[in-house]
């Protein structure tokens, strides 16, 4: 191994991840953190700390030159991104290169290609992915009405730049499209500094298919299978298994090679994850984006191979070959991960930063929980929501489940809240034990609960 | 005996006609809680006898204390007259669409109850305020950018009739 030292540039769980798997190959970590995260668990438990920047996140975790200066200050000679923040900036890899400094990731050009959508989207198209029905770039509100006329209602009002659910806009009726389209710019904007909107059709019954993907320098590349990230509120993920268990054995086969396919076609290195729409009604499934970085859900995949995707991640930017063939690659049985926020479920989901009090995290065998939370944590309001993932795995689905709902009752955290009591109620359904749902499911069922009763305090 | 997971969705296809809310399967090592309704399935379950219930006294207590240290919340400013628009949630609150831009409401502007009113941006995600009330900007309370909190008073506005 080359690399000694590498500069997390993240923080919450991911650093946390990220700085084990440094300890797991005998490399150094120095984490970047903002002032909101000085007394951090990450902090804690990296080698060495070195502050970047204000709490606010443009002025720290999403500053280019502060995270350089960070690395070369510190001695480090790599930098590893985490999911989020500057993870698919190609300005931060292009930076590290400048500086000579390894990025633990794939190429700028890779990262630019498959962060802007709409080219995403034309590379996919020539290597004979089929994309779902939608248009190029809308200007304006009247440009996507017209879109929207022309493959019908329900559309998505998409960001080119966006990525992992942020700047989506669902828009059912015709009414609706120009605030959304105003909403959905600005957030762009704000988020990726690019307001460039396109269309997609909705499709209704659908699954979110993913595959993990791994390149070498060496040209090597395969598949370490297939994700359903199904449940999904506001698009953003809350349940997440492997393997896809409602894919027939010819259309896993498929989804994965067309996968391959686009990675090695553009010469991908490094993890990353292809991600695909299944049409359930017509079983056809379509390119939806690539994320050139590692994911919040990346345990799942883990748990099912063996595999250790973030030490995987260093040997490849240290220039080793991957560690394995695909026929190397064994699935054991299956996972399922609960992504934890501070948020209040009873109420609209509101974020709920503040200070922990009580936190008992679930333990047994098959059951593992990454976080930054801790007794005495003070959970700032200045990022994002997510506070745990519980994964467990088990030798089927109804077992796993089963193992699920277990570990999520032995959860316990006081002080602020969480969707642990959500979630705790959503592994029970019926529909989701049966496996019966699609990406609306979840919402649906937030919008028939029956509503909570007066707060009392 | 071991049930295999074909013999569990089979019990469970059978099972799914039946009226029930909540049921405990146990079968062999297997415990299995299905629900068909909503939180009176884990509400049950957290009373069955797991580990959740011990903890509550603590965690009412642990409440109680992490009340009593923070500062006093913003309340929301009552004056003769007007209604107030209060932050729907914690963040930074934005009066205009962008910067630079032309801010969403000014002191007089006319603004019915679906205009919206700024911006409160909360972990990543931008979120429209919605006035809720048709009526007159009376007075902007808090600055564009500036950290808002739940419930806290963006805008006084002088409220007027259908017309």
């Known amino acids: 191994m080359t690399i000694s030292r590498v500069l997390v540039a993240n923080r919450g769980e991911i650093a946390l991840r990220v700085i084990r798997a440094c300890r797991a190959l005998g490399i150094e970590s120095v984490l970047a953190v903002s002032e909101a995260d000085r007394e951090s668990l990450p902090a804690k438990m990296s080698d060495r700390v070195v502050c970047i920047g204000p709490a606010r996140a443009a002025e720290s975790y999403l500053k280019v030159e502060a995270i350089i200066s960070a690395a070369l200050g510190s001695g480090a000679d790599a930098v590893h991104p985490g999911y989020g923040f500057l993870a698919e900036r190609p300005e931060l890899a292009e930076a590290c290169v400048e500086g000579k400094i390894k990025f633990i990731g794939p190429s700028a050009e ?39 006329k022309e493959v019908g209602f329900p559309i998505l009002l998409k960001a080119a730049a966006g990525g992992g659910g942020r700047g989506i806009k669902i828009v059912t009726e015709s009414g609706e499209i120009q605030g959304a389209f105003e909403t959905a710019a600005a957030e762009a904007r704000a988020a990726f500094g690019d307001e460039t909107l396109y269309v997609e059709r909705y499709i209704p019954n659908a699954r979110h298919i993913e595959v993990q993907i791994l390149g070498d320098s ?36 498929e989804i994965r090679k067309a996968a391959v396919v686009i990675a090695k076609n553009i010469g991908y290195e490094n993890a990353g994850t292809i991600e695909f729409i299944l049409d359930q009604d017509s079983e056809k499934f379509y390119f939806l984006e690539m994320n050139t970085r590692i994911q919040v859900e990346h345990p799942v995949t883990e748990a099912i191979t063996g595999i250790d995707l973030v030490q995987e991640q260093i040997r490849i930017a240290d220039g080793h070959a991957l560690s394995f063939s695909q026929t190397q690659v064994e699935f054991s049985g299956h996972a399922i991960e609960c992504r934890i926020t501070a948020e209040s479920a009873q109420d609209g989901f509101r974020p709920c930063p503040g200070s922990i009090t009580e936190w008992h995290p679930s333990d047994g065998a098959d059951i593992r929980v990454d976080s930054h939370g801790y007794a005495g944590y003070a959970v700032p309001p200045f990022y994002d929501s997510l506070l745990a993932k519980l994964i467990v795995h088990g030798e089927n689905r109804v077992k796993t489940v089963a193992r699920m709902q277990e570990a999520l009752a032995g959860f316990i955290v006081s ?28 919402e649906k069922m937030v919008a028939d609960l029956p509503s909570p009763g007066p707060k009392t305090d | 005996m071991d049930l295999t997971e074909d013999d569990v969705l089979e019990i469970l296809n059978l099972i799914e006609k039946s009226s029930f809310d909540f049921l405990q399967l146990q079968m062999g090592d297997l415990k299995l809680v299905v629900s068909k309704g909503g939180y009176m399935g884990s509400a049950a379950l957290a009373a069955s006898g797991d580990h959740a219930p011990s903890a509550q006294p603590a965690a009412a207590e642990a409440k109680k204390e992490a009340a009593a240290a923070q500062p006093k919340p913003k309340a929301p400013v009552v004056r003769e007259g007007t209604v107030p628009i209060n932050a729907p949630m914690v963040g930074t609150f934005y009066i205009t669409p962008e910067p630079g831009a032309p801010p969403f409401v000014q002191v007089g502007s006319r603004i019915d109850e679906d205009t919206t009113v700024g911006l409160v941006e909360v972990m990543k995600v931008f979120n429209a305020v919605r006035s809720g009330v048709r009526g007159v900007v009376a007075e902007i309370c808090v600055q564009g950018g500036e950290f808002v909190e739940y419930g806290q008073t963006l805008i006084l506005v002088k409220p007027e009739g259908k017309g």
């Open chain 1, 110 to 148: 890779n990262i630019r290609r498959m962060g802007n959508k709409l080219l995403a989207r034309g590379l996919a198209r020539n290597y004979g992915i089929l994309l779902i029905p939608g248009s190029e770039k809308v200007g304006n509100f009247k440009e996507a009405a017209l879109v929207a």
């Open chain 1, 218 to 253: 060496f040209g090597n590349v395969i598949h370490v299978g297939e994700r359903d990230c199904s449940l999904q509120r506001r698009h953003q993920k809350v349940i997440e298994e492997a393997p896809a268990y409602a894919l027939s054995g010819p259309l896993r086969e």
């Open chain 1, 415 to 442: 002080g602020i809240d969480t969707t642990i009591p959500f979630l705790r109620m959503l592994v029970c359904q019926l529909d989701y034990i049966k496996g019966k749902v699609n990406t609306r499911w979840l």
